[in-house]
């Protein structure tokens, strides 16, 4: 059973930047997609960005052209570049891994707390 353990969260301004990591206990090549998600309090949680195999992605409309999500397979390790952060993008984030294309995320990590300050 691959583990995912996501690092990198923290408190920082508005207007600034965190990178996320989500290290794979075992290899993501086996991963059809990998995704972040987020909930933020009293809200549902809420997939960010997604990536596949075939590195084609998807962003939700509120993060795109200010968040970025990449794999690196040889470090079974996965991304979540975010820029311009806003006090709205405070939640905690999770890695989430499936092998299909479709479907639930069969694999996720503990989540890591944002929190952007105005």
């Known amino acids: 059973q691959v583990q995912l353990v996501e690092s990198g969260g923290g408190l920082v301004q508005a207007g600034g930047s965190l990178r996320l990591s989500c290290a794979a206990s075992?290899?993501?090549?086996?991963?059809?997609?990998m995704g972040w998600y987020r909930q933020a309090p009293g809200k549902e949680r809420e997939l960010v960005a997604r990536t596949s195999r075939s590195d084609s992605t998807y962003y939700a409309d509120s993060v795109k052209s200010r968040f970025t999500i990449s794999r690196d397979n040889a470090k079974n390790t996965v991304y979540l570049q975010m820029n311009s952060l806003q006090p709205e993008d405070t939640a905690v984030y999770y890695c989430a891994a499936r092998r299909v294309n479709v479907g639930k995320y069969d694999y996720w990590g503990p989540g890591t707390q944002v929190t952007v300050s105005s």
């Open positions: 075992g290899t993501i090549f086996i991963f059809n997609n």
